[in-house]
């Protein structure tokens, strides 16, 4: 039975399929992809602990920022200014107190102007391999220029923004501060991009579980666990970041938009910015951390239940309906990956 017809507006975007390295997985029809930089190792450190062949390790802490770039961040990231009409922040798509993204299937921008994609969560979001959906930023420094001169979003440009926060004898001493320098675009981009890696998600029950406390998770979860590896799930998200270092097609086992109506420019995916017709339809593989606080889940946005979630991605990604029992134990699981609040995200 199509998930389609039998649940209409649920729809998917996660695992399956293109990766940088050439290795098998459940359904994955694996590529390389000459246009992603190499990742960051400054970023991606994994533990040194020994963890056997666990797909998952616990997050790390990036390490090395600038902490008065940090809070000069912290600040541009909850400024308005940003914004051509004095209206929209970063933390307004972006909320700190609500798993990092705003709990909407698409953001509100200026003048009411209403977003085409999910907005991602920014926790963890110094972790990933290449930013946004699509990847069309290699860093979280060029992530800033999107959301600041999108018109539907910020509407801005560095004039207007630098102007702005010249104006401000406080802020250009916190620049002076953090760079030793005057406001520039390269310091703007810089200062938030920083304290976006400082929201790492540390001591989460799971990560508590890996390092040998046996008490941090239910049975139920425990479970889950080695369901989602049984069965393929931590193919596509594994790491640090359960997720975020690689691209998948969104419907390996089935046509997900085959039965869509309104297909929309966010639907291309990766090919928007290859123009390769192999990468319609791929996405950058989102995050499982915090994954209950960030609904509605996938690229559109479109399913609310994590336990529907779920049940998409095994029929989908995996070809499989998914018994309930083993849904209500991944989703177990997948709550077990929620952490705790970084110091600077309060």
């Given amino acids: 039975m199509s998930f389609h017809k039998s649940h209409v507006t649920a729809r998917t975007v996660r695992s ?15 590529v390389l992809d000459s246009t992603v930089p190499s990742v960051s190792t400054a970023t991606t450190q994994a533990s040194d602990e020994d963890f056997g062949d666990q797909p998952i390790r616990p997050i790390s802490e990036i390490k090395g920022l600038n902490k008065d770039q940090v809070e000069l961040g912290k600040k541009l990231f909850l400024d308005k200014r940003l914004s051509k ?12 107190s609500t798993g990092g993204c705003d709990q909407k299937s698409h953001s509100t921008g200026i003048n009411g102007a209403i977003g085409g994609i999910n907005a991602p969560t920014v926790l963890n979001s110094g972790h990933n391999f290449i ?9 979280l420094e060029a992530q800033v220029n999107g959301p600041t001169h999108h018109p539907k979003e910020m509407g801005s440009n560095w004039k ?3 102007g702005k926060l010249n104006s401000d004898p406080a802020m250009v001493d916190e620049f002076k501060k953090a760079f030793g320098t005057g406001i520039t675009e390269d310091a703007v981009r810089t200062a938030i991009a920083n304290f976006e890696r400082s929201l790492t998600t ?37 790491g640090e970041n359960v997720g975020g270092n690689m691209f998948a097609k969104l419907g390996e086992m089935d046509d997900y ?18 123009k390769r017709e ?19 889940y996938f690229h559109d946005g479109s399913v609310d239940s994590l336990d529907m979630a779920v049940q998409l991605m095994g029929y989908y990604q995996l070809g499989r309906v998914m018994d309930k029992n083993d849904v209500g134990d991944i989703v177990e699981f997948l709550k077990s990956l929620t952490g705790e609040q970084p110091e600077t995200a309060k």
């Fill in 202 to 238: 540390l001591n989460a029950p799971f990560d508590r579980y890996l390092k040998g406390d046996k008490t941090a998770l239910s049975p139920a979860a425990i479970r889950g666990y080695e369901t989602f590896k049984k069965i393929g799930c931590s193919s596509c998200h594994q």
């Fill in 257 to 274: 938009f085959a039965a869509r109506k309104d297909i929309t420019d966010a639907d291309a995916g990766r090919f928007a910015v290859t």
């Fill in 85 to 96: 009409d004095n209206t929209v922040a970063c933390a307004s798509c972006h909320g700190l």
């Fill in 131 to 139: 930013q946004f959906w699509d990847g069309r930023a290699p860093s």
């Fill in 160 to 162: 207007e923004i630098i």
């Fill in 278 to 296: 192999k990468d319609k339809g791929v996405f950058r593989v989102p995050t499982l951390r915090n994954v209950e606080l960030t609904h509605p």
């Fill in 16 to 30: 399956g399929a293109v990766f940088i390295v050439a290795l098998a997985c459940f359904g994955c029809g694996i």
